[in-house]
């Protein structure tokens, strides 16, 4: 049986893939035995505009914004990103999305966004 690796999505990879890339080295490696997580995949998004991206609602404003774009940006993770790893590298359903100031807001929008919907359904 071919092993199978879980994914990590990263979002604002530009600033912190180095840093994720080591934690899960470190982690999952024989070095001082850790062997904490298991080798892991990790995906990061190239993004033009994280305030479009990262929130899910638009405020208006006198100024000009972009924000509100989440929920379709979460949409193409969901719908199009993972679908395509899936079927071009060996993964597992463990999947993490993992997110700092806007990109964290918008994972956490993710997170609740998921328990509340299996909640209530």
């Known amino acids: 049986m071919e092993k199978k690796y879980p994914i ?4 604002d990879g530009y600033a912190h893939f180095k840093i994720a890339v080591g934690i899960v080295h470190f982690m999952s490696s024989d070095r001082n035995r850790n ?3 298991p080798e892991t995949i990790i995906v990061t998004i190239e993004n033009v505009d994280r305030r479009r991206d990262f929130t899910v609602t638009k405020i ?3 100024r000009p ?3 509100g774009g989440g929920r379709k940006f979460l949409s193409f993770i969901e719908k199009e990103l993972i679908p395509h790893i899936d079927k071009n590298y060996r993964t597992e359903s463990h999947r993490t999305l993992i997110g700092h100031s806007l990109g964290g807001l918008l994972t956490l929008n993710a997170y609740m966004t998921k328990i509340v919907s299996s909640t209530l359904t």
Request: proline share 0%; glycine share 8%; hydrophobic share 45%.
């Open 8 to 11: 990590i999505i990263l979002l």
């Open 60 to 62: 208006k404003t006198k």
């Open 35 to 37: 062997y904490l997580m």
């Open 65 to 67: 914004n972009t924000g």
